[in-house]
């Protein structure tokens, strides 16, 4: 992608001997809103760190806006970085905490109090520019870290795991803010999670980060209907994942036929829900069974291995240890590229 706000060439991040990311390419647009996600250790801060001038790269290239800020220092580098910890200034009020940033590039007056009163608006605590930050809730201070970044009117909006440690009802308040600042604003925003949920949510693409190294780039359609790899699938909920082998599947007791023709892939996935129960070629045992709501989940033992299948509450429950017969429809499975 040639007009990329922010590019990424072949970054390679490393701790002493210890490489943390390796040939990451990752091009973002102008106002996008990427959420990098994987699980822990997988290389998110790091590549934040690089992006943010904290870390320099091993090897490789960073272009932000048509400039190569590669070996640019982190105060010149225009982005804004909010961490986990958001580490206000305890001793100063929630007006001088965004106002901080600000003073140290000589603004002050009225130009001063116009970009703070605005990025206090813009979080919605206008009316707690007196206050200090142990007085305020976890989400309200998490919002004074996310003003006091914005006002500094960054190119690029780094987050990392922002909301992690809110409530469920504030993570889902402050996900809606984070839209509606992004929507409002145009900023281009990086935001990192391991919830699989939030960056579904929230994102404009997902990064799909595993051992240093992109697994998968999309659309939060693309990254939940179609998976690329075993490992993408498996994060994304799909239980039934199988290699393919001679147009068989993969499973612990030996190849296994499929009925119907099937797709040239590395492996193909099935959530519960695509489970088809009652008709087929596989049999099952009921080994476990839970109610959830609309749905009703089913542990089967099969000679596939463990199958996990979901159906509508309302169709008559099966007993545990009951015998039945399934199919996996190779229709409607995801064909996965890369398997492990
Ligand atoms: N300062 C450091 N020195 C040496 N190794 C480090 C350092 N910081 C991170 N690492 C290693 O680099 C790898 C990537 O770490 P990173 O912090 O980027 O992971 P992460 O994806 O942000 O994980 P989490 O979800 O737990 O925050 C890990 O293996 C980690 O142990
Ligand atoms: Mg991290």
């Keep these: 992608m040639s007009d990329a706000y922010l590019q990424l060439d072949k970054l ?24 990098l996600l994987g699980p822990s250790g997988c ?15 091993a090897s490789g290239r ?21 961490f986990q910890s958001y580490a206000l200034f305890p001793h100063l009020t929630v007006y001088e905490n965004v106002a901080f940033g600000l003073r140290l590039k000589g ?5 001063l109090d116009a970009r703070v009163g605005a990025g206090l608006k813009s979080v919605g605590l206008t009316t707690f520019a007196g206050r200090k930050p142990a007085e305020l809730s976890g989400g309200q201070q998490q919002r004074v870290a996310l003003a006091r970044s914005m006002v500094m009117e ?5 987050l990392d795991e922002p909301l992690s440690n809110l409530d469920a009802r504030l993570r889902l308040e402050m996900r809606a803010e984070l839209q509606r600042v992004q929507n409002e604003t145009g900023v281009t925003m990086i935001f990192v999670t391991h919830d699989q949920v939030e960056a579904l949510a929230l994102a404009d693409r997902i990064v799909v980060m595993l051992n240093g190294a992109v697994e998968q780039i999309g659309t939060p359609e693309e990254i939940y209907n179609k998976p690329a790899s ?9 239980e039934n994942v199988f290699a393919l082998k001679d147009d068989k599947l993969a499973t612990p007791n030996g190849p296994a036929a499929l009925s119907g023709p099937v797709p040239e892939a590395a492996g193909l996935a099935w959530r519960p829900r695509m489970v088809k129960l009652g008709s087929g070629p596989f049999p099952g ?8 709501g609309n749905s009703r989940e089913y542990l089967l033992d099969t000679p596939l291995g463990p199958i996990k299948a979901e159906i509508d ?14 199919d996996l429809p190779v229709a409607g499975a995801a064909n996965l590229k890369r398997f492990g």
């Excluded at 960054?154 to 780094?158: A, D, M, N, Q, R």
Aim: proline residues 4%; aromatic residues 6%.
């Design 154 to 158: 960054p190119k690029v909006l780094l």
């Design 230 to 238: 075993a490992f993408v699938a498996d994060f994304v909920g799909f």
């Design 285 to 292: 045992t009921v080994r476990g069974t839970s109610f959830a």
């Design 43 to 57: 290389g998110k801060t790091t590549t934040m760190r690089a992006i943010a001038g904290l870390l320099t790269p």
């Design 12 to 35: 390679t991040l490393a701790y002493g001997d210890t490489v943390a990311v390796r040939d990451l390419d990752l091009a973002i647009g102008k106002g996008e809103l990427v959420a």
């Design 62 to 82: 960073i272009r932000l806006d048509g400039a190569d800020i590669t070996r640019i220092s982190a105060n010149k580098r225009a982005i804004g970085l909010v």
């Design 107 to 111: 603004i002050s007056g009225a130009g």
């Design 313 to 326: 509450a309302n169709l008559p429950p099966y007993e545990i240890g009951s015998a039945l017969v399934f």
